[in-house]
């Protein structure tokens, strides 16, 4: 498998520190834990973008919507989907 190299510059003091102890108490090196930290959000991200993109789910989301769509003279604002 090949693997590429991240610097990372700029973060508050005592940020290593915080890290290498959170992958301490899992095991886990600071490399290691940043990987996975990392891994772990690109994979949820590819998920939440198909969901999106995924048909049965916007029909389900347009059927929740018109089930609430009661509920919108209740006096709040609306929020647009590029404001969440």
Not at 57 to 83: H, K, N, Y
Request: charged fraction near 25%; avoid cysteine; charge should be negative.
């Amino acid at each position: 498998m090949q693997t590429e190299t991240i610097e990372i510059t700029g973060l508050p003091p005592g940020t290593r520190s915080a890290i290498a102890e959170l992958g301490r108490s899992l095991g886990k090196s600071v490399e290691a834990y940043l990987r996975d930290l990392i891994q772990t959000d690109l994979l949820s991200q590819t998920d939440i973008a198909l969901m999106a993109a995924d048909p049965q789910i916007q029909a389900e989301l347009r059927a929740i919507e018109q089930e609430f769509a009661v509920t919108e003279a209740d006096g709040l604002e609306r929020i647009s989907p590029s404001g969440i």
